[in-house]
Nanobody, 127 residues
Framework: QVQLVESGGGLVQAGGSLRLSCAAS????????MGWFRQAPGKEREFVVG???????NYASVVKGRFTISRDNAKNTVDLRMNGLKPEDTAVYYC?????????????????????WGQGTQVTVSS
């Protein structure tokens, strides 16, 4: 069982930056692929970025070059640094985890592939 708690959301002006953090419980964090998803009102939950066991990353095209994901297995955390924020980035951001046996695989990019979810943190970007 893994419990995930996100933090770091808030209100920011367009062009600004935010850092989200996800803290995970459990002793085998390094065996979980991690992902960040987001969901805007009236829209489906969408993939933002993922990080695999080896640290390999995959980004949604709409955030590539602006967002950066990182993980710290010693601290059981995964961070999402968001720069150049746009109003269309406004959403509730969720951290997700899935157990992985493949060290070199990238993290899945569909929400149905993940087993554990945080409660979400609101990110609002004003124009």
């Amino acid at each position: 069982q893994v419990q995930l708690v996100e933090s770091g959301g808030g209100l920011v002006q367009a062009g600004g930056s935010l850092r989200l953090s996800c803290a995970a419980s459990g002793r085998t964090f390094s065996s979980y692929a991690m992902g960040w998803f987001r969901q805007a009102p009236g829209k489906e939950r969408e993939f933002v970025v993922g990080i695999g066991l080896s640290g390999s990353t995959n980004y949604a095209s709409v955030v590539k070059g602006r967002f950066t994901i990182s993980r710290d297995n010693a601290k059981n955390t995964v961070d999402l640094r968001m720069n150049g924020l746009k109003p269309e980035d406004t959403a509730v951001y969720y951290c997700a985890a899935v157990y992985s046996r493949s060290y070199y695989s990238t993290a899945p990019d569909h929400p149905s592939r993940y087993d554990y979810w945080g409660q979400g943190t609101q990110v609002t970007v004003s124009s």
